[in-house]
């Protein structure tokens, strides 16, 4: 069974109709950052120790592009990392689905970037964490079993933004969940269809009935 992964950036409650990425995702990291970079180099300590980076995101947006060869470019300039962990970050997304299946696409997505990355010599992007919307409750099955389809075996677990602030200045999950959404009977159905382990625990942000 996939395990579950409770994430610090919105829910995406069961939804009737069409899936459409919010505008807003298109502005992430819009800027060139590899120039910046390049500015200092360090070298690293215990360089041939192997690392597993456990957590990477990619993505391909207006303005923006983080794939397998900018991820080995990183990779691969002092550490010797060997595998990697994709996290999901509401990155391709099929397009035309349903709000609850629409992020089957991006492990989809992730499973070919990890094909892609073992074509060019890069890290074995080892692992898969996607999103499904645990407050489908029992509903969320299916969804898992197509995230099984999609990922060409790396599919590990899910990930679910949860943390919730009244407070205007706090940042809310990216899976925008509601007020008590731990405490919620049929989120916690959807939680046991998982199993209990985590693997992506939520920043401290206290949630508040």
């Not at 550490?79 to 397009?95: G, I, L, M, R």
């Not at 898992?144 to 999609?150: D, G, N, T």
Request: aromatic share 6%; glycine share 10%.
């Amino acid at each position: 069974m996939p395990v579950l992964g409770i994430g610090d950036e919105r829910s995406l409650r069961p939804t009737v109709g069409v899936f459409k990425e919010p505008a807003r995702f298109a502005d992430v990291a819009n800027y060139d950052r590899h120039e910046w970079l390049t500015r200092r180099q360090e070298t690293a300590i215990d360089a041939d120790r192997p690392i597993i980076d456990p957590h990477h995101h990619l993505w391909d947006r207006e303005g923006s592009t983080y794939l397998s060869a900018e991820l080995g470019r990183d990779t691969q300039v002092s550490h010797n990392v060997k595998h990697t962990v994709f996290v999901e970050c509401s990155s391709a997304y099929d397009e035309g689905s349903s709000a609850a299946l629409a992020p089957v696409g991006e492990t989809r997505f992730a499973a070919a970037q990890a094909e892609e990355a073992q074509r060019r010599n890069g890290p074995m992007i080892a692992g898969i964490v996607g999103h499904a919307d645990m407050s489908l409750g029992e509903g969320v099955d299916d969804i898992l079993v197509q995230h099984e389809q999609a990922g060409a075996g790396l599919f590990r677990g899910i990930r679910h933004g949860t943390n919730w602030s009244p407070h205007r200045a706090v940042k809310n999950g990216h899976h925008e969940p509601g007020p008590g959404l731990l405490l919620d009977p049929t989120f916690q159905a959807g939680v046991r269809r998982l199993g209990l382990s985590l693997i992506h625990i939520s920043e401290p942000t206290r949630q508040e009935a």
